[in-house]
């Protein structure tokens, strides 16, 4: 199951790399697979694919799909984006976009950049408009980044409001994603408020990547002692660990309180993986669970050069 939904979530993604790119027929053939697969992301796929066949000029298709999306999928987030390409295929002459047309939204994109610390009256709200329009998934991108970039309170909100799932899934993982490139207090605060709130696997884990990545190991950490999904947990654990900044006495605790023994690998996982080598082995004579033990063993084995786990080693062979 998880390799299938890596192989959807790869077509996906390499269909709007498609569509950056202007090669509209390829990405059709991307999300084609994507909806053939009925995935989660099949709604969004669905929306991309009128979006490609628009760009072609093939505006009754994408019309016809756009029907599809609302009659399939009748709450789908993707409706209001829908409605936008929608307005726009109705006026097309059914005639493919036009060189004209492409380069205006390279034009776009220049302005885009040239709005980073433009007065945020002034940019928020045409940034505001690209992002609820039918604009490139590189456009949408660039101007949710723009967003991080202006400190203002009136960018803040907007993008926490994504962040929150007020638009497409896609600008909502984008949000999160660059929420924690911030890497600020506030920042922080957000999106733990953000992962308590949500009931969204996906979003979660963007949420606890992004705090990662802002550096917050201990933040991370304490949402694994409260997360109920143990494959949520393992996660927040291995992300934590990344980060360099969790104490090996927090790693340690946290395996006593745990009962779900993946939870208890991803801990041991953790452990190698910073070199606490002399608290695995301090683990591994108290552990009673001997497939745990056999797991710690493993991972000491696999610590070459670390004296307390040769030491170890022998004292095994003894």
């Known amino acids: 199951m998880a390799q299938d939904a890596a192989r959807i979530d790869g077509g996906y993604n390499a269909g709007t790399r498609a569509l950056d790119n202007r090669q509209y027929e390829a990405a059709i053939q991307y999300f084609d697979r994507v909806i053939n697969a009925k995935s989660d992301r099949a709604d969004g796929a669905l929306y991309w694919k009128a979006y490609a066949l628009n760009r072609l000029g093939r505006r009754d298709e994408a019309r016809t799909v756009l029907a599809s999306l609302r009659r399939d999928y009748p709450n789908s987030r993707w409706l209001n984006d829908a409605q936008a390409l929608e307005a726009e295929a109705k006026q097309g002459s059914g005639k493919p976009v036009s060189p004209a047309d492409e380069s205006n939204e390279d ?5 885009i950049n040239s ?6 009256g002034k940019a928020i709200p045409l940034l505001d408009g690209i ?17 991080t970039q202006n400190h203002s309170p009136e960018a803040n909100k907007l993008l926490t409001d994504y962040a929150g799932g007020a638009a497409n899934p896609d600008l909502q993982l984008r949000a999160i994603r660059y929420l924690g490139m911030g890497g600020t207090a506030d920042t922080r605060q957000q999106l733990t408020l953000l992962y308590r709130k949500s009931s969204d696997v996906e979003v979660k884990k963007a949420i606890l990547m992004s705090l990662a990545i802002s550096g917050d190991g201990s933040g991370v950490l304490d949402l694994a002692r409260d997360e109920k999904n ?14 360099g900044k969790v104490s090996p006495d927090s ?4 395996y006593g309180s745990e009962s779900d023994p993946n939870v208890k690998k ?3 996982n953790s452990m190698m993986m910073r070199g606490d080598a002399k608290i695995l082995v301090e683990l591994a004579r108290k552990e009673t669970d001997p497939a745990l033990k056999k797991t710690i063993v493993e991972r000491l084995s696999m610590m070459q050069n670390n004296k307390e786990a040769t030491d170890y080693m022998l004292e095994l062979l003894k």
């Open 131 to 147: 992002l609820k329009g039918s604009s490139s998934p590189k456009l949408k991108d660039r101007a949710i980044f723009v967003l």
């Open 107 to 111: 034009l776009k994109l220049m302005a």
């Open 266 to 268: 991803e801990i041991v």
């Open 115 to 120: 709005l980073m610390n433009a007065d945020p």
């Open 251 to 254: 790693l340690v605790k946290l």
């Open 230 to 243: 143990p494959a949520l947990r393992g996660l927040a654990i291995r992300d934590a660990a990344i980060t």
